[in-house]
């Protein structure tokens, strides 16, 4: 099991954000990770990467505790979050040396190339962060969730602010590394997840509503929307 969720629980004061989620995700599988917003999703996420401690349960990557080792496991997770944090005044091949050097990658250079070329970032590589549009900006972001190979990603929005063509792009980037790795995929378009996931995590005010394939949610000919608003409409 790549990512491993038992009783995931998170509050804000009297909210509860996250509500006793319990799932897992195996090597090789994309998973949408759905919900309306403030349905706790991006907190999820921060849990699992380690970036927030959880009240209650646990999350493991890879077999890792993340609460008890957070460094071990956060060198197994590529992780892209929803607002995407990236240095502005740094040149993009600057930012993805910094990012590969954090990672201990000892052919740093073949590294960044590589990923430039996956992730399209080669006619914008020479300018700086600030001046590129937010679609690149994401790229720079998916860029560096994938620059140390990791085993497990979690991306929250990773298709935010792309053009039609781009989203084409990186979904096929996405699908491409799903072959191997294990994906947790947060979006609120609905198409996206549909033309990229296998399997698609529901949450609602904190608790899970559905964990099941796409052909099983869709069955009887119902739409991905359709079941997402009979299920969080409340």
């Not at 005044?89 to 990012?99: N, P, S, T």
Request: hydrophobic fraction near 40%; aromatic fraction near 6%.
């Amino acid at each position: 099991m790549s990512i491993e969720v038992s009783g995931l629980g998170k509050n804000y004061g009297t909210q509860k954000a996250v509500d006793q989620l319990s799932f897992v995700l195996n090597k090789g599988e994309i998973v949408g990770f759905l919900g309306p917003n403030g349905a706790g999703k991006s907190t999820t996420m921060k849990m699992i990467t380690g970036y927030l401690s959880p009240d209650a349960g646990l999350a493991k990557v890879c077999g890792i505790d993340v609460s008890l080792d957070p460094i071990a496991a956060k060198r197994k997770i590529g992780y892209l979050p929803e607002a995407n944090p990236l240095y502005h005044e740094m040149y993009v091949r600057e930012y993805l040396d910094f990012i590969a050097g954090v990672h201990g990658i000892a052919d740093k250079k073949k590294a960044i190339e590589s990923v430039i070329q996956l992730t399209g970032l080669s006619p914008e590589s020479t300018k700086k962060i600030g001046q590129l549009s937010k679609g690149y900006k994401q790229r720079v972001g998916l860029a560096a969730a994938l620059i140390h190979d990791p085993e497990v990603l979690v991306l929250d929005e990773p298709t935010s602010g792309l053009d039609p063509n781009q989203i084409v792009e990186i979904r096929n980037v996405i699908k491409a590394q799903g072959s191997n790795k294990t994906v947790l995929f947060s979006s609120h378009i609905l198409q996206e997840v549909t033309a990229i996931c296998d399997r698609v995590i529901i949450i609602h005010k904190g608790k899970m509503v559905a964990n099941d394939t796409l052909a099983n949610l869709q069955s009887g000919g119902q739409s991905l929307e359709n079941v997402f608003r009979s299920l969080t409409n409340q």
